[in-house]
Nanobody, 127 residues
Framework: QVQLVESGGGLVQAGGSLRVSCAAS????????MGWFRQAPGKEREFVAA????????YYTDSVKGRFTISRDNAKNTVYLQMNSLKPEDTAVYYC????????????????????WGQGTQVTVSS
């Protein structure tokens, strides 16, 4: 079981960059596929990006492709989301999540795929 704590959110102008981090506790972090989701005011939580425990190409929702990069450092038990060319519509609470099952990577874009969530970090992009 892992526990997750996000950090790095804040206020940034449109076109700017921000990196949010998610620190995980637990010695089995490297065996979990990790994801980032976000929830804007008045909207449902949506998938943003995922990085599988096996490595390989990360997966992104279309609206952030080419702007966001998900990465992980297993030695630091941390997953990152680098966000560039930010837009006001990126404003949301960003959540990291660990897959429900360690060592599993076949499905990773649905909320139900994930069993552990962080508390979220606010990202606000001003126009």
């Amino acid at each position: 079981q892992v526990q997750l704590v996000e950090s790095g959110g804040g206020l940034v102008q449109a076109g700017g960059s921000l990196r949010v981090s998610c620190a995980a506790s637990g010695r089995t972090f490297s065996t979990y596929t990790m994801g980032w989701f976000r929830q804007a005011p008045g909207k449902e939580r949506e998938f943003v990006a995922a990085i599988r425990w096996t490595g390989g190409s990360p997966y992104y929702t279309d609206s952030v492709k080419g702007r966001f990069t998900i990465s992980r450092d297993n030695a630091k038990n941390t997953v990152y989301l680098q966000m560039n060319s930010l837009k006001p519509e990126d404003t949301a609470v960003y959540y990291c999540a660990a897959h429900r099952y360690p060592g599993y990577s076949a499905s990773y874009v649905q909320e139900n795929d994930y069993g552990t969530w962080g508390q979220g970090t606010q990202v606000t992009v001003s126009s």
